[in-house]
């Protein structure tokens, strides 16, 4: 295994269950709604995973793109979401092709973590040119240096007796412990960014950002900013 995107089309066990996926991905789609800015709005998911409730998504914007370099994982979604008109399933290099200015909201969600610095750079470069002007980024589940994978544990914990698969998530946690996840987490490692970091970053790129009161997703330990593509 190369890399984080190999990581993510392979059986790997960050979804410790069925219910953990169903739950995980229900939460994401929620928090998205909420940034939908309106019925007609073009939203683009970008390395959105298997994203299992897209349909909710789609059913309140527009046009859905999803965007995901994860070729088993795009099967997938292809064959789930293939007969929604509203949703539309690309590789991360097919995005070359949509329109400068084309897209309402685009949302990144626990992605930045895995790209080298130029990766994200270029994402986010992408996402300037199709953002129409007054279009909106948002960037959740940003690690912060300080925050360890001891965190992580716990809110994955707190999410499953929440959820009832508290005793799953025990043994997923044991299995990922076994895992490739270690060896890629100590070889590779996950990119962490201060909040300051990552503002001024997200200016470089031509965007007005600020952080959000609450994080994306259920991690409050790490970081979620919107950033308004500058006119
Ligand atoms: C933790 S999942 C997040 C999926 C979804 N956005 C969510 O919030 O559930 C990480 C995603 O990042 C993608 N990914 C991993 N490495 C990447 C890279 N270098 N560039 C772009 N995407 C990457 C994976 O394919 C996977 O879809």
């Not at 994200?120 to 129409?132: E, T």
């Not at 259920?218 to 970081?223: K, S, V």
Request: hydrophobic share 50%; with cysteine.
């Amino acid at each position: 295994m190369d890399d984080w995107i190999d990581y993510y089309d392979s059986t790997h066990t960050i979804y410790v269950s069925k219910l953990h996926r169903d739950v995980h991905f229900r939460v994401i789609a929620n928090d998205i709604l909420a940034y939908v800015p309106s019925p007609d709005a073009v939203v683009l998911d970008y390395s959105c995973g298997e994203a299992l409730f897209a349909a909710q998504v789609a059913a309140a914007c527009q046009k859905l793109i999803l965007a995901e370099p994860a070729p088993g994982v795009r099967g997938r979604l292809n064959a789930r979401f293939g007969p929604n008109p509203k949703i539309a399933v690309r590789s991360l290099d097919e995005l070359q092709q949509l329109p400068d200015r084309s897209v309402d909201l685009a949302v990144m969600i626990s992605v930045a973590q895995y790209m080298t610095p130029a990766e994200l750079d270029a994402a986010f470069a992408l996402m300037r040119r199709v953002l129409k002007p007054g279009g909106r980024l948002v960037l959740g589940d940003i690690l912060r240096p300080e925050v360890g994978a001891a965190t992580d544990v716990m809110a994955l914990l707190r999410l499953a007796a929440k959820n009832g698969f508290l005793t799953d998530a025990l043994w997923g946690l044991a299995r990922t412990a076994l895992s490739d996840y270690w060896q890629l987490r100590k070889n590779i490692g996950l990119q962490r960014y201060a909040e300051a970091d990552m503002l001024a970053k997200l200016k470089a790129a031509g965007f007005e950002a600020s952080r959000a009161k609450t994080n994306i997703g259920y991690n409050p330990a790490r970081m979620t900013f919107v950033a308004t593509a500058r006119a």
